[in-house]
């Protein structure tokens, strides 16, 4: 009896904790509580005289682009329904402002490493 109530308790634990997450693609992928607030703060900018000026603050905030992507899912309006990944890459190549944050560096590092393996193999 003592542990069907343990069994019990653990998985109204779990339904609760699932809840509180809300289940989103942020939550469940183990993003960063930077990189959701940065989205999160860009979503609430009002009179920004260029809309990509609101998530520059994102490309520092956010480190991969698997990060990116995931909590930019929530929020596909911001990027103009644009594949997060095209829209990361874009910015890095085309926005002077973001070419040397964090998410831009991570993002040459991908390049370079398939650079390097595609090398490798040929």
Do not use: W
Not at 48 to 75: G, N, R
Not at 89 to 117: F, H, I, K, M, W
């Amino acid at each position: 009896m003592r542990q069907r109530g343990f069994v019990i308790l653990a998985a109204a634990t779990t339904l609760l904790l699932g809840g509180c997450a809300g289940g989103d693609a942020a939550a469940s992928s183990g993003a960063s509580a930077g990189c959701v607030k940065a989205f999160e703060d860009a979503t609430k900018l009002e009179g920004v005289s260029d809309t990509h000026e609101a998530l520059f603050p994102v490309f520092d905030a956010c480190t991969t682009l698997d990060e990116f992507a995931a909590v930019a899912a929530d929020h596909p309006d911001l990027l103009a329904y644009v594949d997060p990944e095209t829209y990361a890459r874009n910015g890095c190549q085309y926005r002077p402002e973001v070419a040397d944050s964090t998410l831009c560096a991570s993002a040459a590092a991908l390049d370079e490493e398939a650079d390097e393996a595609e090398e490798a193999e040929g």
